[in-house]
Nanobody, 113 residues
Framework: QVQLVESGGGLVQPGGSLRLSCVTSGIIFSRNTMGWYRQAPGEQRELVASITSGGLANYVDSVKGRFTISRNNAKNTVYLQMNSLKPEDTAVYYC???????WGQGTQVTVSS
């Protein structure tokens, strides 16, 4: 059974930083591309960043230079380091294997002064 458990969200002021973690189980983590998605209120869920099994990362333009995705295959965990946060980054963040239907519960990120 695939399980995805996100953590690390919270309330942060604009310009601040957060580090999200996603611990996975039930998948061969090291062989899969992993993605971080987010969904803001009233918006569709979007792919923010992805990282291949070989460590190649891609980002949506709105977070390039501010967010960094990484992975630790020994811990079956994917991370999202978020710096220079903006109010428009406010959303529920999820990790997932792109193309799969399994979602975790997500972690709320709120950027506000």
């Amino acid at each position: 059974q695939v399980q995805l458990v996100e953590s690390g969200g919270g309330l942060v002021q604009p310009g601040g930083s957060l580090r999200l973690s996603c611990v996975t189980s039930g998948i061969i983590f090291s062989r899969n591309t992993m993605g971080w998605y987010r969904q803001a209120p009233g918006e569709q869920r979007e792919l923010v960043a992805s990282i291949t099994s070989g460590g190649l990362a891609n980002y949506v333009d709105s977070v390039k230079g501010r967010f960094t995705i990484s992975r630790n295959n020994a811990k079956n965990t994917v991370y999202l380091q978020m710096n220079s946060l903006k109010p428009e980054d406010t959303a529920v963040y999820y990790c997932k294997v792109p193309g799969w239907t399994n979602w975790g519960q997500g972690t709320q990120v709120t950027v506000s002064s």
